[in-house]
């Protein structure tokens, strides 16, 4: 059992981390110079093709109310040290997989990568 559950985190965590390097390569791709387009915010339920959900501020903030999510940080630490979400939990992406016992069983994981 509790092999599944470490399994079962770790492909958490790594979709969670595919999903974070999906989105910096889509805004990186965009020809120079073309102008910004802000991203529309998108259903609460909605999963991108890298099957991680996506989830909208108001979500995060309702969950963290109530006490049923933690936020993992997973860039590197001067970016986390430069501004980071109040209470996010510092985990670099390259740590993740090597730290994956840190993530709680009990919580909506939620990971801020940008």
Request: no cysteine; hydrophobic share 70%; proline share 4%.
């Given at each position: 059992m509790r092999i599944l559950c470490s399994?079962?985190?770790?492909?958490?965590?790594?979709?969670?981390l595919s999903a974070c390097n999906s989105t910096d390569r889509r805004a990186s791709s965009a020809p120079a110079g073309s102008p910004a387009v802000p991203n529309k915010v998108k259903p609460p339920e909605t999963v991108m093709a890298d099957g991680a959900r996506r989830i909208t501020v108001p979500e995060v903030q309702e969950l963290l109310a109530?006490?049923?999510?933690?936020?993992?940080d997973v860039r590197n630490q001067p970016s986390y040290d430069q501004a980071h979400i109040r209470g996010?939990?510092?985990?670099?992406?390259?740590?993740?997989a090597d730290r994956i016992g840190e993530f709680p069983r009990d919580k909506t994981i939620v990971t801020y990568c940008s």
């Open positions: 399994l079962a985190l770790a492909i958490l965590a790594a979709f969670a109530k006490g049923q999510a933690v936020i993992i996010a939990k510092l985990i670099p992406s390259t740590e993740v």
